[in-house]
Nanobody, 119 residues
Framework: QVQLVESGGGLVQAGGSLRLSCAASGRTFSSYVMGWFRQAPGKEREFVAKVFWSGGRDHYADSVKGRFTISREQAKNTVYLQMNSLKPEDTAVYYC????????????WGQGTQVTVSS
């Protein structure tokens, strides 16, 4: 059974940093793209960043480009989201997800971790 388990969320002041982790298990992810999404209260879920598990190519939403970095550590089956220069508008529940290359929708989702940025 595939599991994606996020951790590392919390409360931080504006300008601070957090690193989110997503521990993946239940299958090999070499043919997958790993993504981070977020959902703020009253808003739709939005894409944040993604990375190819095998190749390391990454892509970011414009709102986080230059501040967030996605990476993966294959030996630990873990994907990270390093978030720097956090802003109050980054406050949201952050979700880890996996999509098989060539698929249209993400196949697996984590339960989410709360990130709150105070001003």
């Amino acid at each position: 059974q595939v599991q994606l388990v996020e951790s590392g969320g919390g409360l931080v002041q504006a300008g601070g940093s957090l690193r989110l982790s997503c521990a993946a298990s239940g299958r090999t992810f070499s043919s997958y793209v790993m993504g981070w999404f977020r959902q703020a209260p009253g808003k739709e879920r939005e894409f944040v960043a993604k990375v190819f598990w095998s190749g390391g190519r990454d892509h970011y939403a414009d709102s986080v480009k230059g501040r967030f970095t996605i990476s993966r550590e294959q030996a630990k089956n873990t994907v990270y989201l390093q978030m720097n220069s956090l802003k109050p508008e980054d406050t949201a529940v952050y979700y880890c997800a996996a999509i098989r290359i060539g698929s249209r929708e993400y196949d697996f989702w984590g339960q989410g971790t709360q990130v709150t940025v105070s001003s």
